[in-house]
């Protein structure tokens, strides 16, 4: 017999074929409930006191639907946490480098001081310091998922004649410092209010600071 998460003993069918004898379907609603429960989990008590218990019972659902999908809070937050580096933002195109900067810093800056992603981000940084799983996964959500946003600026700008072509490897790792770095050490690290203007004069130094390159 098919279950599901939900509905246990009720026969299921996927695309027009029944699933096979003893196979468990997995509802999609019940996998986000769950992404959207570990969040929460993690903001609310952070990695070390968050179990599957508490996930589940913020989902709404059994341990055994959690359990259908990972096998461990840490593979579960692995996984989570890798999918950000393919997500990724937009690459804006704006008209111009500072502009493009510009909406960049607005967007990031917005994600970085959720509430969630403002205790999640420093707690997972913590945890990854005593697990390199942790830490590579992180470092792969956070660095590579901002990486091609930053090479379809610079990109950019140098088709419209604003920057150098052919960047060596040695300066493109600069640009993505140079871009990246400053937001997030204010937003993650320092954790203050940003003055106003502050993103404006980020992108207008920044874009200063790359031209220089």
């Known amino acids: 017999m098919t279950t599901s998460d939900g ?44 179990s599957i218990e508490g996930i589940a019972r913020r989902a709404g659902v059994g341990k055994t ?6 096998r461990s809070k840490l593979h579960l937050v692995l996984d989570l946490v890798s999918a950000l580096a393919v997500q990724g933002l937009p690459t804006p195109d704006t008209g111009s480098l500072e502009g493009d900067l510009r909406l960049l810093y607005e967007v990031t800056s917005r994600a970085l001081r959720h509430p969630v992603a403002s205790q999640v981000i420093p707690d997972l940084q913590a945890e990854a310091a005593r697990n390199p799983e942790i830490e590579a996964a992180l470092q792969k959500a956070l660095r590579e998922g901002q990486h091609g946003v930053a090479s379809g600026i610079v990109a950019q700008a140098v088709a419209r004649g604003e920057l ?13 410092d140079l871009m990246s770095g ?21 992108a207008t130094a920044t874009t200063a600071a790359l031209k220089a390159l």
Do not use: C, H, N, S
């Open 7 to 50: 509905d246990a003993g009720r026969t299921t069918r996927q695309q027009g074929k029944r699933a096979p004898a003893g196979a468990a379907v997995l509802r999609e609603d019940v996998t986000e409930a769950i992404r959207t429960a570990v969040f929460a989990e993690l903001a609310a008590v952070g990695y070390a006191r968050m």
């Open 164 to 176: 150098r072509a052919g960047l060596d490897e040695e300066d493109e790792e600069l640009a993505l």
């Open 182 to 202: 400053p937001l997030y050490w204010r937003a993650v690290v320092v954790r203050g209010e940003l003055p106003k203007g502050y993103l404006g004069a980020l």
């Open 65 to 70: 639907a959690v359990y259908r999908r990972w």
